[in-house]
């Protein structure tokens, strides 16, 4: 499986601001995706990264809060934007390397904490 | 809506026993279910299960997927204190293979 960092792997952050997450897989992969954890709860889907073009995002999440680029086979990056409280969670990003499985891998994770 | 249910929420054994952890699905174009520890941020993929009835082993973890009652099962054998962990279930859907988690199992084994 490819080896996926993330950065930061964690930040507190003020309320309004905005806080950008990268995701970076050490070979080409053809999906990637971005998930949410919030506290005491299971993973949940905030988007689908697509390559060269715009992220596929779940019901309940939205470009404007949660932009998601992909400039290539191996980078990501996910905008949490005007950040409240609620956003604290811990966000990770995962891969899917062949059409032939549908295992992902995941990266270390960014905790975020907003105050 | 895509639902996973886990089942118990908790449990606490002691070094030793041997735990069954229950998974079941409601979804639509299901590919496969797939499970994961969750120690610390990340979590670590332990099996996919895509054909019924065919167990999945690693060490003292098994694992078995029956379409017919849409459920998994995983088993860890001979626990050890450094299996506590949160335990993830997830069914894989759709032409992306997207992936519905259940909420987790939290295992803790006491020396």
């Known amino acids: 499986s490819a080896v996926i960092s993330q950065k930061p792997s964690r930040d507190i952050c003020q309320r309004g601001t905005s806080l950008t997450i990268q995701c970076q897989v050490d070979s080409q992969v053809t999906m990637m995706f971005w998930y949410r954890q919030q506290p005491g709860q299971s993973l949940t889907l905030i988007a689908t990264?697509?390559?060269?073009?715009?992220?596929?995002?779940e019901s309940g999440f939205v470009i404007d809060k949660f932009p998601i680029s992909r400039p290539n086979l191996t980078f990501s990056t996910l905008t949490v934007s005007n950040m409240s409280p609620e956003d604290s969670s811990i966000y990770l990003c995962s891969d899917r390397t062949s059409g032939t499985t549908d295992t992902q891998y995941f990266g270390p994770g960014t905790r975020l904490t907003v105050l | 809506e895509d639902k996973v249910v886990q089942s118990p929420l908790s449990l606490v054994v002691h070094e030793g026993d041997t735990v069954t952890l229950n998974c079941s699905y409601e979804v639509t174009n299901f590919r496969s279910l797939l499970w994961y520890k969750q120690e610390k941020k990340a979590p670590t993929f332990l099996f996919m299960l895509?054909?019924?009835?065919i167990e999945k082993k690693s060490g003292r973890l098994s694992s078995i997927l029956d379409k017919k009652e849409l459920s998994s099962i995983l088993n860890i054998t001979a626990t050890q204190t450094g299996d506590s962990a949160i335990y993830l279930c997830?069914?894989?859907?759709?032409?992306?293979?997207?992936?519905?988690f259940g909420k987790g199992i939290t295992l803790s084994v006491r020396p």
């Open positions: 895509t054909s019924s009835g």
């Open positions: 990264a697509n390559q060269g073009s715009e992220a596929t995002y």
């Open positions: 997830a069914a894989s859907t759709g032409a992306n293979s997207k992936l519905t």
